[in-house]
């Protein structure tokens, strides 16, 4: 055993100056120190734990918010004028940013683990500094422009809630060992007990959690309703462009119950599909009409719009990233797509038997058609054939003339209004943003015999969290991702999650018992290690691992004199005995 310590000697310190030359560019033996960290290191470790936090939070918003990445492209577009996926560059920036704080975080941990002073390095203290400003650039950016976003973190817990708790209780447990080893080694009573009332408070904090913790999928099985229906949101964009007659037909073979568009009027007083003000995004009207490209759509006839492309556009931006999985008779059919109307989509629902909801958007002052916008709209379902019980009027205007003209047609509201208040308009469903509506709300609204549907929603955990909660349809721009879900992604009963909470409680508690007293007792063995005869001095040394150099090399030297006096040995075989490198100055940890 003797013979192979000095190689474990060579190894621990290796390890150690790489910690060390990391963290703080401390790469040489004499660089280190176990005194107690300064109060400005310290603060730095505040700086960089908060840091780490915020970076936390900004990382899990955004891995949310994937469900809304295409609304976030298209606010980007609106403000530039040029498509662009804006996601990109904040992820990449934000896993970086991330990796680098969370790296640095462990080796603080480490550090103190070692016993180790604390002393970041300036080039790691601007680069925390970098990352926390421009993490906090992003939090104001966002919360100024795409506010509304925020909501996803609450909606998003109900999934995520669980499972998050019960990482945090494995990682708090886990540094059951680190405090446990600080509480060990320490001399003062104070920072003992302030130390473990911390830790605990934590601890108990985790434990008590789960009251907190509310998810519609916590629930009976027996009390799931049936699936909610999907709607193809611009027919399935992620596989044909969006509004196109490929797109619903492609929706339609994702088994979707009803299809969703925007319509304009054109200056004929034709309705058509678009969802922008131009058509400069998803037609090739640059190159047809370079001179109008930033004209209204409804600016033009039909018989202009009808001769625009488009298809050529979801092949060159790629908006979803799903052109390269297509083959190449599918790249042709999307090529050669066209503005669609009104009318064709209510033949296509008609054919089909499934439901029609689209938003209207009113032309702008001086159009032909902008007295007559409701009018023109309801000819055009009057003329399609389709039946008035599968179209879901949303527009509020003139609803009255409205029903009195259709009565057949489903009154639905986009604004979120009383269940009495909208049953004396006539009003039977809702269509909502997600985050409109909580599950309480959706409960009431069932309750009352309204119908809710909410948009836009593309991931299976929003789609899981909804289902759970009661909702009867969602309109989805991801029909085809939906449809792999015929079943909550994970729904347990209130009893079983009770029992999965106690049990991980008692786990936990368990195993931070059994490290106390294990470290506790590792510390007294090892003090009390290798002594041939009482010596305090001895004793005090093998104790000194917080204490300062200078302090330390007085013990030493007490030390030698005392077992050399007494016929021990060498100082050299007592101090690699008693854990420390004879030659460096240095504690040896065990």
Aim: hydrophobic residues 45%; contains cysteine.
């Amino acid at each position: 055993m003797v013979k192979h310590q000095p190689l474990q000697v060579y190894e621990r310190q290796l390890c150690l100056s790489c910690l060390t030359g990391i963290y703080g560019c401390r790469w040489k033996r004499y660089q280190r120190s176990h005194d107690d960290t300064t109060k400005w290191e310290f603060l730095w470790s505040l700086i960089l734990f908060f840091t780490f936090s915020l970076l936390l939070v900004w990382f899990y918003f955004w891995w949310e918010a994937h469900n809304d990445y295409n609304e976030f492209n298209w606010f980007l577009y609106n403000r530039s004028g040029e498509w662009i996926d804006g996601t990109v560059p904040i992820l990449a920036t934000t896993a970086a940013g991330f990796t680098y704080i969370a790296f640095l975080m462990i080796l603080a941990l480490c550090h103190i683990a070692v016993g180790q002073q604390l002393n970041l390095h300036w080039l790691h203290k601007i680069g925390v500094s970098t990352a926390l400003l421009t993490t906090a650039i992003g939090f104001i950016s966002v919360n100024q422009t795409w506010g509304e976003e925020w909501a996803v973190i609450p909606i998003s817990l109900q999934a995520t809630g669980p499972f998050l708790h019960l990482g945090a209780l494995v990682a708090v447990t886990a540094l059951a060992w680190l405090v446990a080893g600080q509480v060990a080694r320490a001399e003062k009573t104070r920072f003992q007990v302030v130390v473990l009332l911390l830790y605990l408070s934590v601890l108990l904090g985790l434990y008590m959690a789960p009251l907190s913790i509310t998810s519609p999928c916590i629930m009976d099985h027996a009390n799931l309703t049936p699936r909610p229906d999907v709607i193809g949101h611009q027919g399935a964009p992620m596989l044909a462009p969006e509004n196109t007659i490929l797109s619903f037909q492609r929706a339609l073979q994702m088994n979707v119950s009803g299809l969703e568009a925007d319509v304009a009027i054109s200056l004929d007083g034709v309705p058509f599909l678009m969802r922008d003000r131009t058509l400069r995004r998803t037609t090739d009207v640059g190159k047809v009409f370079p001179a109008r490209q930033l004209d209204d759509a409804s600016s033009f006839n039909w018989t202009d719009l009808h001769s625009l492309n488009a298809g050529q556009w979801f092949l060159k931006d790629d908006p979803f990233w799903t052109v390269q999985s297509m083959a190449q008779r599918e790249v042709m059919l999307v090529g050669n797509q066209s503005v669609c109307s009104l009318e064709q989509l209510l033949r296509l629902a008609t054919l089909h038997n499934h439901t029609v909801v689209f938003s209207l958007r009113r032309p702008p002052h001086g159009h032909p058609c902008y007295h007559s916008w409701i009018n023109d709209t309801l000819e055009v379902i009057r003329q399609s054939g389709i039946p008035q019980h599968l179209v879901m009027w949303t527009p509020d205007w003139d609803r009255g003339q409205v029903r009195q003209v259709a009565p057949g047609l489903q009154q639905t509201s986009v604004e979120k209004l009383p269940p009495q208040v909208l049953h004396q308009q006539g009003i039977s469903r809702l269509l909502l943003r997600y985050s409109q509506a909580s599950p309480y709300d959706i409960r009431e609204f069932s309750r009352s015999n309204v119908s809710v549907t909410l948009y836009t929603v593309n991931e299976p955990w929003l789609f899981s969290v909804l289902w759970c909660s009661g909702v009867s349809s969602v309109s989805s721009e991801a029909p085809n991702i939906l449809r792999k879900v015929p079943y909550p992604i994970w729904l347990i009963s209130p009893d079983e999650y009770c029992l999965i909470w106690v049990a991980a409680d008692l786990i936990s508690f368990t195993v931070v018992i059994g490290i106390f007293v294990f470290q506790n007792y590792h510390i007294i063995r090892w003090r009390l290690s290798g002594m041939h005869s009482y010596n305090p001095e001895q004793i005090m040394l093998s104790a000194a691992v917080r204490r300062s150099s200078r302090d330390l090399n007085i013990m030493k030297e007490k030390l030698i004199f005392s077992e050399v006096s007494n016929g021990v040995g060498s100082a050299e075989d007592m101090f690699m005995e008693n854990g420390f490198d004879y030659y460096n100055n240095e504690g040896i940890s065990h």
